[in-house]
């Protein structure tokens, strides 16, 4: 390419993107790219594991792996394949997050572990995993908030307590009522 | 080129997310964006910590800033604006001269290749030569062979407002008078309508080009992209210089 005329990258659609990148190994198209995505895949990341943390480690995994992939995939549309890979690694995250919280539990003999929908189901059913992930961000907004603390986030009773202003008996009673009724939503 | 979203919807940014975090609401409507952009609504409700945060440390994790932070994003900005305006104050004119700055401009002038005028009224017969040596479309093509581009645009501007509205060959030529004087806006009509609705289907290229030039010299580089593209696609004399100035962009036809 002539030393005087250089692509304007934020100009440049994904694929001409993605084609720079495999063709030149140009670094700073694969990076406009990304910060293109970034918060699209975090956020969305984030709706799947409901934990900044997680969702961040999803998200890097993400863009670990992307150089990897362009470079062995042709890509036809970006963005609806970008939507799918973030996906698999946040249920991949969810997976091993709820397994960690389960074994946590079952060290404390908590009644909780039983109680959770899916628990049996962590090894192979993945697609469960993102219907539970709907259905909680369709429970009431107190249930809602202390299952996302004690599962998801893995706080303890009391810490939620602290956190969101409730009486302990108040989030045992609400984490009581939204496991509830995700079992009534996953069963529907 | 390959398949891109549909123009209609739009992409959310970090911007916009940062806004929700701000106001604590989502102030769009999520049909109108596309459907990763919807996806991603569902996580703002779980974002507690400011997104910038987020952000700057996944990029410093990327190796896409140099330091984290918001406040260290900011002062950069700045320092980057300052150093900008510096360096267009003191060395701006020389390096754009010298090529140091890409613009559209130079790609355009790069690019440009003049077009023969083809005076397709003396091929149907509708107008004779001797006849028409001294009425203002010939002395505006007159003027256009002799790349007078300023001289032909007058002199076109006369002969469609008064002599012939109609003749929308001398139209497709006036736009590339215009085109060359940077007046890109009316150009670029012309172009398009050329492009549409050709005099003759010789047209449709040469009108497909020099509206990707227009667009180029326009700074408009996603909408030049896809009509090189087009061009590219056969062995002639725009296939070939779309395909030169696609490999200044660092792409290969057809990708």
């Known amino acids: 390419m002539s030393r005087f005329l250089r692509p304007k990258y934020n100009k440049l659609g994904d694929e001409n993107l993605i084609e720079l990148f495999k063709q030149r190994r140009d670094e700073a198209a694969l990076n406009c790219l990304i910060k293109r995505y970034m918060s699209k895949v975090y956020y969305f990341s984030l709706s799947i594991l409901k934990n900044q943390m997680d969702a961040e480690d999803a998200a890097m995994e993400v863009w670990a792996n992307l150089k990897n992939h362009l470079v062995r995939y042709q890509i036809d549309n970006f963005s609806a394949w970008l939507m799918k890979v973030t996906k698999t690694e946040s249920l991949k995250v969810l997976k091993s997050r709820m397994k960690n919280r389960f074994e946590e539990l079952s060290e404390k003999n908590d009644p909780a572990l039983m109680e959770f929908p899916l628990f049996e189901a962590l090894d192979d059913r993945n697609p469960e995993l993102e219907k539970l992930s709907k259905a909680v961000d369709e429970l009431k907004e107190e249930q809602n908030r202390c299952i996302v603390a004690f599962y998801f986030q893995g706080m303890s009773y009391e810490e939620i307590a602290e956190e969101e202003g409730f009486e302990l008996s108040k989030v045992k009673s609400h984490l009581q009522n939204g496991k509830r009724n995700l079992r009534l939503q996953l069963t529907k | ?255």
């Open chain 2, 1 to 255: 080129m390959k398949r891109e979203q549909p123009k209609s919807k739009k992409n959310l940014t970090k911007e916009d997310f940062k806004r929700f975090h701000r106001t604590g609401k989502v102030d769009v409507d999520p049909s109108r964006y596309d459907a990763f952009s919807q996806a991603a609504l569902g996580g703002v409700r779980y974002q507690k910590e400011d997104p910038e945060l987020v952000f700057s440390r996944m990029e410093k994790q990327l190796g896409l800033q140099d330091s984290g932070g918001a406040r260290s994003v900011s002062l950069r900005l700045v320092m980057t604006a300052a150093a900008t305006i510096a360096i267009l104050i003191s060395v701006g004119y020389l390096a754009f001269f010298q090529g140091a700055s890409v613009s559209g401009a130079e790609m355009y002038n790069t690019h440009f290749m003049p077009l023969s005028y083809v005076d397709d009224d003396i091929k149907r017969g509708t107008r004779t030569q001797s006849n028409a040596s001294t009425d203002i479309k010939t002395q505006a093509i007159q003027a256009y062979t002799e790349e007078d581009y300023a001289k032909a645009e007058g002199l076109f501007q006369l002969h469609l407002s008064q002599t012939d509205p109609q003749d929308r060959t001398a139209r497709f030529f006036y736009g590339i008078t215009l085109l060359d004087q940077g007046k890109l806006k009316p150009a670029i009509s012309i172009f398009e309508d050329t492009r549409n609705n050709p005099p003759v289907a010789a047209f449709k290229r040469p009108a497909t080009f020099y509206l990707a030039l227009a667009h180029i010299r326009q700074e408009q580089h996603e909408k030049a992209l896809p009509l090189l593209q087009f061009l590219a696609s056969r062995e002639d004399r725009y296939g070939r210089k779309a395909s030169e100035i696609l490999s200044d962009y660092g792409l290969k036809p057809g990708s």
